[in-house]
């Protein structure tokens, strides 16, 4: 069992002590509805503590799995080690196919060694376990890799319960870009304005946020680092720069500019430096672009039809290929890890959805949300999620939509409206 330490070499971790302090625009509140296809049934015990830890681990651990819908939290009113031994026939009885045993204890510096063990109950064998060492303020983060483990060990995908999401948030006339644990957690501000902020946007080292403020009365594209805190301005040219979207190689981005009259996509160098490079000439608005998960194409909104639609063309430039088809309004691209699904905005009946496409295989188009008031999907780095912002009851919140619509995820403010949301990449 490798022993590693959770707040070291990754870019996402210690955010308390690398944002600006202070509220994040207030608590935030996750209601889950719905169940997967298939619930693994799981029991997480209690860790074996001196009780000096400030979070509660598997309490963290449970929350995770069972938010997901993927899992059925089997209760185990029972205190397990990772290294204790497993009652299997009681396990049986109470109708556990797994079992998550752990420890936690405070070193001599104050950080916490955290251990841990998946054991099959039916074939009665380990999984595997791990063992991390984290600071007071990292516990919540170890929790959520330690679901992580139990997900991908038990569904032989990767979770998302160690990632991030960004967002704007608002609350009377200030702007907030947060970013927060992906269940609403932990929510800090990078940057405040009484300015509007739109358009956040991963880096693929999830080391850099690239966004949209009218901090100075027009739209300008700035490159944020997460780690120092400082900015740069990366485009900002005559008319309106907006819609940053990073290429998987995170050396360019592509942006919509009017320099050279409507808005047209461009390719330009996320160090700010350089000359823009345009990649499509029409007689429309072409805005919204987003690269493919190989790098070797983009996807925008585009209006050279007659009505909004989502293109692909080469990274290279040449000839776009339409491809949404569903309704008369298409717009809002956004591509899965893998590359096999997109995620896009469309209007049915006057009203405005979230729907996805299957890129791999026949090319159906399925409405994911159901609100009628969506925009800015978003994908979670494993492809199995998007989150979308909505509207309910006069109130800006998120939402995120296993893609199967089966479950379905609320997260909203206590106050004021959140929207623009953005799922980080895995940590590297």
Same mark, same amino acid.
Do not use: C
């Given at each position: ?9 990754? #870019? ?20 889950? =509805? ?14 074996? =503590?001196?009780?000096?830890?400030? &979070? ?31 009652? !299997? ?20 510096? #104050? ?9 099959? *109950?039916?074939?009665?064998? @380990? +999984? ?34 160690? &990632?991030?999401?960004?967002?704007? @948030?608002?609350? #009377? ?16 501000? /990078?940057?405040?304005? =009484? ?41 900002? !040219? ?42 499509? &000439?029409?007689?429309?608005?072409? *805005?919204?672009? !987003? !690269? ?14 007659? @009505? ?12 776009? &290929? ?13 591509? @899965? ?21 299957? +890129? ?8 994911? /949300? ?41 997260? /909203? ?16």
């Amino acid at each position: 069992m490798a022993q590693r330490s959770v707040g070291i070499g990754i #870019g996402l971790i210690a955010l308390s002590a690398l944002l600006l302090p202070g509220s994040g625009g207030a608590q935030m509140r996750l209601d889950v =509805s719905g169940v997967g296809a298939a619930q693994y049934p799981v029991a997480i015990a209690n860790f074996v =503590s001196d009780g000096r830890a400030g &979070t509660d681990v598997a309490a963290v651990v449970r929350a995770d799995l069972a938010r997901s819908g993927s899992f059925r939290i089997v209760d185990l009113p029972l205190t397990i080690s990772d290294t204790g031994s497993v009652d !299997f026939a009681r396990l049986r009885e109470l109708g556990a196919d797994a079992v998550l045993g752990g420890s936690i204890a405070r070193l001599a510096d #104050g950080r916490y060694d955290i251990r841990d063990r998946l054991t099959d *109950t039916v074939r009665q064998h @380990s +999984l595997g376990g791990e063992a991390v060492i984290a600071s007071e303020a990292d516990l919540r983060f170890a929790a959520h890799r330690i679901a992580d483990f139990v997900y991908e060990k038990l569904t032989g995908q990767k979770g998302i319960f160690s &990632t991030r999401i960004a967002y704007v @948030s608002k609350q #009377g006339t200030r702007y907030r870009l947060n970013i927060a644990d992906w269940d609403g957690e932990n929510v800090q501000s /990078s940057l405040t304005s =009484s300015e509007p902020i739109i358009s956040p946007s991963w880096s693929p080292d999830g080391t850099q946020l690239a966004y949209v403020s009218f901090e100075s009365g027009k739209p300008v594209v700035y490159v944020h680092s997460i780690a120092s805190g400082k900015r740069r301005v990366v485009a900002n !040219f005559h008319g309106s720069n907006s819609a940053p979207a990073w290429s998987p190689d995170g050396r360019q981005l592509a942006v919509a500019l009017t320099r050279d009259g409507l808005s047209q996509v461009y390719l330009i160098s996320t160090d700010g430096t350089g000359t823009p490079r345009r990649l499509l &000439t029409s007689s429309g608005i072409d *805005t919204e672009p !987003f !690269f493919s998960a190989d790098g070797k194409s983009l996807y925008f909104s585009s209006d050279r039809g007659g @009505s909004p639609q989502v293109y692909r063309i080469s990274a290279n430039g040449g000839d776009p &290929t339409r491809v949404t088809f569903g309704s008369n309004y298409n717009s809002s691209p956004r591509v @899965s890890p893998d590359g096999r699904t997109l995620a896009f905005v469309t209007r049915r009946d006057g009203r405005y959805f979230v729907a996805i496409k299957d +890129l791999a295989g026949d090319g159906k188009e399925e409405v994911l /949300s159901q609100g009628g008031s969506e925009e800015a999907p978003s994908f979670a780095p494993n492809g199995r999620w998007v989150m979308y912002a909505t509207k309910v009851g006069g109130r800006d919140l998120l939402m995120a939509a296993s893609i199967d619509g089966r479950v379905k995820q609320r997260l /909203s403010a206590a106050a004021g409206d959140i929207r623009e949301p953005t799922w980080s990449p895995y940590a590297r």
